[in-house]
């Protein structure tokens, strides 16, 4: 994204495409995607240097090498997730005109990644759950993830709203904290809870808030 993002940090624009990796880095990348996969079944807590060694068929001092500590580790993982978050939910979304067609493909988006998570799990949920009370640089890698997409989400909201497609007295903050309601009780009632027509009810949900905020077209 190019413009400012009002309190979050800003999510970068699309980089140049990377050199080749180098043997090491192509192997972190490795030892990364797994530790991926493990944290989406049992959490950032569950991941071990031990348990990444016998996944990999790596030594333990090989996958330490590459990180130096369980909570590097966990960091790398977290970077990774909302990597691939953004080139799926976010980069596409650019591609439709500022305002309300980007703020539903932000969605919808959004929405895909969810329907595939209901099975795999999402890191910023289980992660939400183990670190909640627990200060440190994993708690505030996850934090920082989340603010930096909410603010992208944020700044869709206002921009729809300067070009007056949302009412002049629309509350950005408050549609966000709506919109991630929907995705935070899809998750519960889908996942956990395993209640039949979850998705369609959190598409009602958008449409509703939408309903509540867009300016009326003339007829």
């Not at 596409?92 to 980007?102: K, N, S, V």
């Not at 998750?187 to 939408?210: D, N, V």
């Amino acid at each position: 994204m190019t413009e400012a993002t009002p309190s979050h940090k800003r999510i970068a624009p699309m980089a140049p495409k990377p050199a080749p990796l180098h043997k090491g880095q192509q192997t972190k990348l490795v030892i990364i995607d797994a530790a991926l996969g493990l944290a989406s079944q049992i959490g950032l807590e569950g991941l071990s240097i031990g348990v990444l060694a016998e996944v990999t068929q790596m030594s333990k001092s090989g996958v330490f090498a590459h990180f130096g500590s369980r909570e590097e580790l966990q960091i790398s993982v977290v970077r990774e997730y909302f990597a691939r978050f953004e080139q799926e939910v976010f980069y596409p979304a650019l591609d439709e005109p500022r305002g309300l067609p980007r703020l539903r493909a932000l969605f919808d988006n959004w929405m895909k990644r969810v329907a595939v998570e209901i099975q795999s799990g999402c890191i910023f949920i289980s992660g939400a759950v183990e670190f909640d009370d627990r200060p440190g640089i994993v708690r505030d890698a996850l934090a920082t993830s989340v603010k930096t997409w909410l603010g992208a989400v944020e700044r869709a909201v206002e921009q729809a709203k300067n070009d007056e497609q949302l009412r002049a007295d629309t509350d950005a903050a408050q549609i966000v904290f709506e919109i991630h309601g929907l995705i935070l009780a899809l998750h519960y009632e889908a996942r956990f809870l395993k209640t039949p027509g979850s998705i369609e009810r959190a598409h009602q949900g958008f449409e509703h808030i939408m309903s509540r905020y867009a300016v009326a077209l003339p007829t």
